[in-house]
């Protein structure tokens, strides 16, 4: 029997181009990293590809400079609506700017294996870098390979050996907010913390602490949320009952939005009764009521200031820190008298 003639077909790029909808012409551009190329259309196809399951070569792959012109962002499905598509816009426009498409892999969750298929995957459309916007506190040899064998700049989250790191300072953010509250007068300074499996929620908790620390103030148990505003609401019906707490310090704008609610349907008035600080800065906290003092995150200048790292094409690992400033607004004040 003749192997050959009995091997099954390989898919085309003619098969990628029907499950997308467009050209073989428009297949190759994206394949290509053409910046030409929507990003809506550049991920139809790659979405095509990987349905197909077409394979194509180092060749097919880059330009002929050797390159495809695409870089890989891999966002976690569950963060704040907010910061994720701030950090996207961000990416996609520094990308944009210097030529390059973006190819965007979405996680459902913080998990090892799920980050290592995103990886590979994007590692198989051939792209040029990889952006991890991720925050996993642990990692596993292939996605160290991964992120040794093409440059990486990771956000806050994920370390890698080969990787650098743009971050800002969270446990400078968490004594920047708790020392608010201090230099205001505050004694009763409860945390409502993000979860615990994300580097960002652990090191804002430390730097609450260790404000407190210092100011000779012991730390009550934090309460934990999960970012969104439910679990701020929930966690807010709890501080609300307890009358000798007059600041809380939120590690989300999104949570604190939600301790608001519940305070002000129990009762208590922001700030005159309990203050409240946060961090993130989003749009929204500005127009929160009262306006929300809280510590900034320029997500999509974020987001672009990673291309900017990634495309500098050093090789050697560089952690790059951006620093915290506090945006104080009407959500704190001194406690009442009494």
């Not at 598509?85 to 961000?90: H, R």
């Not at 990308?95 to 995103?118: N, Q």
């Not at 952006?131 to 642990?138: D, F, T, Y």
Request: overall charge negative; glycine content about 10%.
């Amino acid at each position: 029997m003749n192997e050959d003639i009995a091997r099954p077909r390989q898919p085309s790029m003619a098969d990628v181009a029907r499950i997308a909808g467009v050209s073989a012409q428009t297949v190759s551009r994206a394949l290509r990293g053409s910046p030409n190329v929507t990003p809506d259309t550049n991920r139809r196809v790659l979405a095509a590809v990987e349905q197909a399951g077409y394979r194509f070569n180092s060749a097919a792959r880059a330009l002929s400079s050797g390159r495809s012109h695409t870089i890989g962002l891999v966002l976690l499905e569950s963060g704040g609506y907010y910061s994720r598509s701030a950090v996207t816009a961000g990416v996609e426009s520094a990308a944009g700017a210097a030529g390059y498409a973006v190819s965007i892999a979405t996680i459902a969750g913080l998990d090892a294996g799920l980050m290592e298929r995103s990886l590979a995957k994007l590692a198989d459309q051939g792209v040029d870098g990889l952006v991890i916007a991720v925050p996993l506190i642990s990692v596993t040899q292939k996605i160290e390979d991964l992120t040794r064998e093409i440059p990486t700049v990771t956000l806050d989250g994920s370390r890698t050996q080969g990787a650098r790191v743009l971050g800002i300072d969270q446990a400078e953010a968490g004594r920047l907010a708790t020392q608010h509250l201090l230099d205001l007068g505050h004694r009763q300074i409860w945390h409502i913390a993000g979860p615990d499996e994300w580097i960002e929620a652990r090191q804002r908790r430390q730097g609450w602490q260790e404000c407190l620390d210092a100011a000779g103030i012991e730390a009550p148990t934090p309460l934990e949320g999960d970012w969104s505003p439910d679990s701020g609401y929930r966690q807010g019906q709890i501080v609300a009952m307890i009358p000798e707490i007059t600041a809380v310090f939120v590690a989300s704008d999104e949570m604190a939005f939600g301790v608001i609610r519940a305070l002000r349907e129990r009762g208590r008035s922001v700030p005159d009764d309990v203050s409240i600080v946060s961090v993130d800065d989003i749009a929204l906290a500005a127009y929160c009521a009262p306006p929300l003092t809280t510590v900034r995150q320029d997500f999509y200048g974020y987001g672009a200031a990673a291309v900017t790292l990634l495309l500098r094409g050093e090789a050697a690992v560089e952690e790059s820190v951006v620093t915290a400033s506090l945006s104080v607004r009407g959500s704190t004040a001194p406690p009442r008298r009494g």
